[in-house]
């Protein structure tokens, strides 16, 4: 079946300016997760969605970082008045059981640059 | 807070020989351990999964061991092919995965 997909798959923008990250799960899949990835450094969480429960953003770096998810279906990650330090990989990954034990299934990512 | 080191940074071995990466964790009291490959460009695919009550799992050329106590996961992959250049990732937590910063991988035909 289709795995996790992320759009757009590059972005580059302006210091200053907002922008979108979308990522469509795997059908069914309860649990999705959001990471970053800079350049030589490993990944960090960022928030995790689990059905219609609260997500969990502790790992949000800034009030400038937002992510939302109705239901079971697409989520979006929203950073607002980019910075330069917010160039990295942003990787979605979905689960499908309760997210604790279970598998991480991750996307492509999207490559965001800040000029 | 969860640190997870992952030694040693590259290693670049011939074809068919077996390959041994580290990767060790400061905090026990762990949920699983994941091993990730990730080639470039591309997203992450899960290797194994090792639940915090088993001691190993298997697929095919890869094992994975895991030691709680000592806060270590080993993972091997048998008789390496050019196929398996990539950079491999070990994680652990429960839905929160701390990250290691990856072993790059080059098998040499």
């Known amino acids: 079946g289709a795995g996790v997909s992320q759009s757009p798959s590059n972005k580059v923008t302006e210091k200053g300016k907002d922008v979108e990250l979308r990522c469509d799960p795997i059908?069914?899949?309860?649990?999705l997760y959001w990471y970053r990835q800079r350049l030589g450094q490993g990944l960090e969480f960022l928030i995790y969605?689990?059905?219609?429960?609260?997500?969990?953003k502790s790992g949000l770096p800034s009030d400038r970082f937002s992510a939302e998810r109705t239901g079971e279906s697409v989520s979006t990650l929203t950073i607002q008045r980019t910075q330069q330090e917010d160039s990295a990989v942003y990787l979605c990954a979905t689960g499908g059981l309760a997210g604790v034990t279970d598998t991480q299934y991750f996307g492509p990512g999207t490559r965001l640059t800040v000029l | 807070k969860q640190e997870v080191t992952q030694i040693p940074a590259a290693l670049s071995v011939p074809e068919g020989e077996n390959l041994v990466l580290n990767c060790s964790f400061t905090d026990s009291a762990i949920y699983n351990l994941q091993w990730f490959r990730q080639d470039p460009g591309k997203g992450l695919t899960s290797l194994l999964l090792i639940q915090s009550s088993q001691r190993e799992q298997t697929s095919g050329r890869l094992n994975a061991s895991l030691d709680k106590s000592s806060g270590r996961s080993t993972l091997y992959i048998a008789a390496s092919q050019p196929g398996d250049s990539a950079t491999y990732l070990c994680a652990v937590g429960d839905y929160k995965l701390s990250f290691g910063a990856g072993t790059t991988v080059t098998v040499r035909a």
């Open positions: 969605f689990q059905g219609n429960s609260a997500p969990d």
């Open positions: 059908s069914g899949h309860t649990a």
